[in-house]
């Protein structure tokens, strides 16, 4: 039995025993080394340890790490660059009570978020990176608190500032 998360052999195609028990659905993805970072709608893992929406699970065990950023609303995208994981959803606050509106930066080791904050007044569904920009798509109308970029916007990795990138889209990006 594997609740919303499993490993599959590709040679068998059956379950291996890999088996995080998370207690809602995984949305998003990335792997470093033998960390996986999972983000989704759920608020446990292995059963019994409380992660809200944003996980670090050892590939070998199953198990969650000590990897904690206790996000409050859903994740739907992560992407990976070196020790920084960028997340974007649904959440307002981080580490328990950080602000951080729909788009954050944790340092991987430590869970805490960075100073990177841009501010997003509606969901991040996407997320790509190109250097040190971080393109971002989704529901959003503004960015960091009032720069107008509907549903794309292309940030700064380093201040977390908007570029003056603006395709200026009139519907969200999944």
């Given at each position: 039995?594997?609740?919303?998360?499993a490993?599959?052999d590709?040679?068998?195609?059956?379950?291996?025993?890999f088996?995080?028990?998370?207690n809602g659905?995984?949305?998003?993805?990335?792997?470093?080394?033998?960390?996986?970072?999972?983000?989704?709608?759920?608020?446990?893992?292995?059963?019994?340890?409380?992660?809200?929406?944003?996980?670090?699970?050892?590939?070998?065990?199953?198990?969650?790490?000590?990897?904690?950023?206790?996000?409050?609303?859903?994740?739907?995208?992560?992407?990976?660059?070196g020790?920084?994981?960028?997340?974007?959803?649904?959440?307002?606050?981080?580490?328990?009570g950080?602000?951080?509106?729909?788009?954050?930066?944790?340092?991987?080791?430590?869970?805490?978020?960075?100073?990177?904050?841009?501010?997003?007044?509606?969901?991040?569904?996407?997320?790509?990176?190109?250097?040190?920009?971080?393109?971002?798509?989704?529901?959003?109308?503004?960015?960091?608190?009032?720069?107008?970029?509907?549903?794309?916007?292309?940030?700064?990795?380093?201040?977390?500032t908007?570029?003056?990138?603006?395709?200026?889209?009139?519907?969200?990006?999944?």
């Amino acid at each position: 039995n594997r609740n919303f998360f499993a490993a599959i052999d590709t040679t068998t195609g059956t379950a291996t025993s890999f088996n995080p028990n998370m207690n809602g659905s995984v949305r998003a993805l990335a792997l470093s080394g033998a960390t996986l970072y999972a983000g989704g709608f759920f608020n446990s893992v292995n059963g019994e340890t409380t992660r809200n929406y944003l996980a670090a699970i050892d590939t070998t065990t199953g198990t969650a790490t000590s990897f904690n950023p206790n996000i409050n609303g859903s994740i739907l995208a992560l992407m990976l660059s070196g020790s920084t994981l960028y997340t974007g959803g649904f959440f307002t606050t981080v580490n328990g009570g950080t602000t951080r509106n729909r788009l954050a930066a944790f340092d991987t080791a430590t869970g805490t978020a960075t100073s990177f904050n841009p501010n997003m007044n509606g969901g991040v569904n996407a997320l790509t990176l190109s250097g040190a920009t971080l393109y971002a798509g989704g529901y959003f109308t503004t960015v960091n608190g009032g720069t107008t970029r509907n549903h794309l916007a292309a940030i700064d990795t380093t201040t977390g500032t908007a570029t003056s990138f603006n395709p200026n889209l009139n519907n969200s990006v999944s």
